[in-house]
């Protein structure tokens, strides 16, 4: 069984802080998405990563996929109160069409 | 403009009556899910259709069916709701899903069960 463990579960931070949200497993994936969940809505796509070291930016985010695609990162730079929402990474499963998604990160950035 | 669009937004049902939640879309993609999502938990795979064939996960309960008539629509039954079923429902689909490919969601079905 995949299974794909998010750290840390929940985070509250202050506007402007940075942080950091892992997301890892034993198994090896395909590609590595993250989405971003607000209540009541479904997830919607940050970004995909696919080869293994990739790093790709969005404004204030980084991501990161780890050399041996099990591991991903995401960052945070200058926290925003907009940022405010669960973090969810999903793994694509290799020759397969299942994705599945990690523990999920609540994050909660305080004006 | 919705692209997934789920039915209804929120269904109440009574304890062992069945239910069905349906999800349409208009990106003709191939494959659609269903992912169940307790409060504050991360979505779960019941299963999923790559145009018409389904597949189950392994610890999706036999109380969850499911049904694909067509490319644009398809509805998660289930057949005899338990208190513990009680969950939002997200419908989603992705074009030929190499895994990795972008999961497009509905806004979910949140359901309660009495």
């Known amino acids: 069984t995949q299974l794909l463990e998010q750290s840390p579960q929940f985070l509250s931070i202050q506007e402007g802080e940075n942080l950091t949200v892992y997301c890892n497993s034993s198994s090896v994936f395909s590609s590595l998405q993250w989405y971003r969940q607000e209540p009541g809505e479904g997830p919607v796509l940050l970004v995909t990563?696919?080869?293994?070291?990739e790093v790709k930016k969005l404004k204030r985010l980084t991501f990161q996929f780890g050399d041996a695609r099990k591991d991903s990162s995401l960052h945070i730079t200058a926290a925003q109160p907009g940022d405010t929402g669960l973090y969810l990474c999903?793994?694509?499963?290799?020759?397969?069409?299942?994705?599945?998604f990690g523990t999920g990160t609540r994050l909660k950035v305080l004006a | 403009d919705a692209m997934v669009i789920q039915n209804p937004r929120y269904q109440v049902t009574q304890f062992g009556k069945p239910v069905t939640l349906s999800c349409s879309q208009t990106l003709n993609h191939n494959v659609m899910y269903w992912y169940q999502q307790k409060s504050s938990q991360a979505p779960k795979l019941l299963f999923h259709?790559?145009?018409?064939?389904?597949?189950n996960e392994a610890d999706t309960p036999d109380n969850f069916q499911s049904r694909r008539p067509n490319t644009s629509f398809c509805f998660l039954d289930i057949r005899s709701p338990g208190l513990g079923d009680a969950a939002m429902y997200l419908c989603?689909?992705?074009?030929?899903?190499?895994?990795?490919?972008?999961?497009?969601f509905g806004s979910g079905t949140q359901l309660s069960v009495l």
């Open positions: 990563v696919v080869t293994g070291g």
């Open positions: 989603a689909t992705s074009r030929a899903g190499t895994g990795n490919e972008k999961l497009f």
């Open positions: 259709y790559y145009d018409k064939d389904f597949n």
């Open positions: 999903a793994g694509g499963t290799p020759g397969t069409y299942k994705y599945i």
